[in-house]
């Protein structure tokens, strides 16, 4: 069986230019990347009035034995293509940590991949690169500002805006800077997060066109006075000069199926302590272009979904028609207690335990009004009583379950998926509604995620973070949404819970006001905004052939 890469290295991409007119993009609006990416300026592509119908994929709490919850969007995408539906996939851009980090990107697998997947995968187009340097730009103006007289009056001990890196670096997670003596600044305590966290990375994916970014980067809250007044990026004067860098990564990147669909890839991934999703950007230039857009959002719908649906569509007015959760039997197994080790046999009685997860994710997405079909991504080893045990669950939620073969069959082993999908679009029954009302305490809004997404009794909240949601609300943030930064391994802050737990507490550690971004962040758990590499990283098995090849990436 051939491998990712070597499917991706034996398909010819096809030239840029014949994507972007099958997408509808006229040349002007096209810059090239080279021969096989690009960027898009929508701002050049006249708007017809067309807009398309919105459909989500999500999944079940990710296993290591997998999902494949972009290979489905690729896959349904090219399905609906090859139906004749003029498709269009809106993805997510991989972050370098992962790659480096534990083995995986984001551009699919098999026959249902994005290309060119080596790149994609690694520096793309540099958009995260600007980032992080749009990013650090900020945090070094700030001490600059310190050191230059501290005009604004900066409590030192109150700087909140950390610096960045797209790589899992464990040691940066808390530094002391600015060491030296005086020419080197004020001593002070800092820390990085892997870019995909920072707030500079939610403002690009949820800023709807220039003027915004720069507006939503002037209003991040970087510090504070000793009297409490709040310092922000416009203050020190950092919003210009950032939106500058962000300037030319803002335009969305158009790249390719290996079947030739067009597919817009912009913007974070990382759910777990991010929003975790496609530009809005992105996703609306897609809804002006093609008739059915697929997107995705991060790990399981009890994070990237509910942030898909409770932020990002509240702010930029998007209505879902429709959500694919995705599933294997080798992930319902591992989620009814079965090894990785011992997933070859079969075990219904383990798919049995283990499709409460599934249950749980289709129960959540249907409780936002969405219509819901399930995608069970069939692998050689799973048995017809597995996977009637899955569609029997599924029969008892009224929910279709749908065998995928994509990763090795590309458009055709998911045409049977493609129909489910037009079915319920055509259908028309989505009554898209958010799970809380903006007006709740910002406290009983975690408390609405953690009871009615995660199923938890309650939420545990120290005095001192309670006392910090106060004082967000009185300073005039309390009519933000919320985003919830825990594991991604359970609907529980403990990793090891798998399945569908109930009746627990969600411990809320921290609470961050992301101003700029349009919400705040509740870190739960043990949840780390800067990851670390694992015993045995990646980057140990990546390196050079002979000729020249990048080898060990995939």
């Given amino acids: 069986m051939s491998t990712d890469l070597e499917i991706a290295r034996a398909t010819p991409l096809q030239p840029i230019a014949r994507i972007a007119a099958r997408a509808g993009i006229p040349e002007e609006a096209v810059l090239p990347y080279g021969r096989s990416k690009a960027k898009v300026d ?25 999902e494949g919850k972009t290979t489905t969007t690729i896959g349904l995408t090219d399905a609906l293509a090859a139906a004749g539906v003029n498709a269009i996939a809106a993805l997510r851009e991989p972050s370098l940590g992962p ?32 980032i992080t340097s749009a990013n650090n730009l900020l945090a070094a103006m700030i001490d600059n500002h310190i050191y230059w007289g501290n005009a604004l009056g900066i409590d030192t001990r109150r700087v909140g805006w950390r610096r960045a890196v797209d790589m899992n670096d464990r040691a940066l997670r808390h530094i ?32 709807t066109d220039l003027e915004d970014l720069q507006d939503r980067l002037g209003r991040m809250v970087v510090a504070q006075t000793r009297d409490g007044h709040l310092i922000t990026a416009r203050d020190l004067q950092a919003d210009g000069a950032m939106a500058v860098l962000l300037r030319d990564a803002l335009m969305p990147n158009l790249v390719q199926t290996l079947e030739g669909t067009p597919a817009l890839i912009h913007g974070g991934p990382f759910a777990n302590i991010a929003h975790g999703c496609n530009s809005v950007i992105a996703t609306q230039l897609a809804l002006r272009l093609a008739d059915i857009v697929v997107t995705e959002a991060g790990f399981g719908a009890d994070l990237g979904a509910e942030k898909f649906l409770d932020i990002k569509c509240r702010q930029a007015g998007l209505s879902p028609a429709a959500c694919v959760v995705v599933a294997t039997v080798r992930a319902l197994k591992m989620h009814g207690g079965v ?53 029997a669950a599924m029969a008892a939620l009224d929910t ?10 590309g458009a055709a082993g998911a045409a049977e998926l493609a129909q489910a999908v037009r079915r319920l679009v055509d259908g028309g029954t989505a009554r898209f509604a958010p799970l809380y ?49 825990k594991t991604q391994y359970s609907f529980s802050s403990d990793p090891t819970e798998m399945g569908a737990p109930s ?14 971004a349009g919400f705040v962040v509740a870190v739960c758990g043990d949840v780390m905004t800067m990851p670390g ?19 060990g990436l995939f």
């Fill in 42 to 66: 929508p701002a050049l592509i006249p708007d017809t009035g067309r807009r398309g119908a919105l459909v989500l994929v999500t999944g079940i709490t990710p296993t290591p034995a997998g």
């Fill in 99 to 130: 790659c480096f980090g534990v083995k995986g990107g984001a551009t699919g697998g098999g026959r249902a991949q994005v290309g060119p997947m080596e790149d994609i995968n690694l520096h793309f187009t540099g958009d995260f690169h600007a």
């Fill in 176 to 207: 002391t800077g600015s060491l030296g003596g005086v020419a080197n600044g004020f001593p002070r305590d800092d820390g990085f997060d892997i870019t995909v966290a920072s707030e500079v990375m939610a403002v690009f994916c949820l800023a």
């Fill in 339 to 391: 090894p990785k080790s011992a997933l070859g046999a079969e075990d219904v009685a383990a798919v049995r335990r283990g499709v409460v997860n599934l249950a749980r994710h289709v129960e959540n997405c249907r409780g936002f009004g969405l219509p819901v079909v399930v995608a069970l991504n069939r692998f050689s080893g799973d048995t017809a009583a597995e996977i009637e045990a899955v569609r």
């Fill in 400 to 409: 279709e379950a749908v065998l995928c073969t994509h990763w090795g069959d």
């Fill in 437 to 485: 009302d903006l007006d709740l305490p910002l406290a009983e809004k975690i408390r609405a995620i953690a009871t009615g997404i995660y199923r938890a009794a309650d939420i545990a909240l120290p005095a001192a973070v309670a006392k910090k949601l106060l004082a967000f609300e009185a300073q005039g943030f309390g009519h933000l949404p919320v985003c919830i930064a």
């Fill in 503 to 516: 009746g627990h507490l969600l411990p809320v550690r921290d609470v961050r006001l992301s101003a700029g």
């Fill in 533 to 551: 590499l694992p015993r045995s990283p990646a980057a140990e098995r990546i390196g050079l052939d002979a000729e020249g090849r990048i080898d």
